[in-house]
């Protein structure tokens, strides 16, 4: 059963949503699930062999249970769990999930795509709902960087060049990525109003998801 959103909040809810066969203890989503006390690993189950409704409706449940505005934290084939989620709910800016970090998605479509990530193709199109911040390194074998930029700008999220990183995980050696921390950061700045306003005052997260009002840099 779904809880009312409390929407006077200083901390969201993030939900950490990994990819193909789960993120291991050295992975820098288990860091941040180990470091936030207000971070929650969605259980999408079917690690190894995943399917794509599967996934949207564990991902779905967690994001009702949570009670309160959520962020949700992507690696790889969870971004598209969560395009897809966006897509079939229907979400809106009045929904629970604010803001989204997509971190590494991998391409869907091609010759060369395992056939377990390819049950997540197409790619969702429309413009997500909500503020996002697209993260994609320069090269990943899982996908171009020029595939990375087009799934940008079909999600309508703000693209960040974090560099040669590989595909942004446990091989990467970043450990607790602080980079990555610095743009949850800024996202969860740009969604949560400030703690002198009002919650029924008018703020980007509920009525305006503009990506300019993310503020990131070096």
Not at 46 to 75: C, D, E, F, K, S
Not at 180 to 207: C, F, M, Q, W
Request: charged content about 20%.
């Amino acid at each position: 059963m779904a809880k009312p959103i409390n929407h006077s909040f200083t901390h969201p809810t993030i939900l950490i949503v990994p990819g193909l066969n789960d993120s291991g203890p050295g992975h820098w989503q288990s860091h941040w699930e180990r470091e936030y006390s207000h971070a929650r690993r969605v259980d999408l189950g079917m690690w190894a062999n995943p399917h794509r409704n599967t996934w949207i409706n564990q991902l779905n449940l967690a994001i009702r249970r949570a009670g309160r505005p959520v962020i949700l934290v992507a690696h790889s084939l969870g971004c598209h769990a969560v395009s897809w989620w966006a897509q079939y709910e229907r979400a809106g800016p009045e929904d629970a999930v604010v803001g989204a970090l997509l971190v590494a998605p991998p391409a869907v479509e091609g010759p060369d795509v395992d056939p377990r990530i390819a049950r997540f193709a197409p790619v969702a199109s429309g413009r997500l709902p909500f503020l996002s911040v697209l993260a994609a390194s320069q090269n990943d074998h899982y996908i171009e960087f020029g595939q990375a930029k087009k799934l940008a700008r079909t999600w309508g999220s703000r693209l960040v060049d974090v560099g040669p990183l590989g595909h942004i995980n446990a091989d990467s050696g970043i450990a607790d990525w602080p980079y990555g921390k610095y743009l949850l950061d800024r996202l969860i700045a740009a969604v949560v109003p400030p703690a002198h306003e009002s919650p029924n005052s008018t703020h980007p997260r509920r009525d305006h998801y503009d990506q300019t009002t993310l503020v990131i840099g070096r």
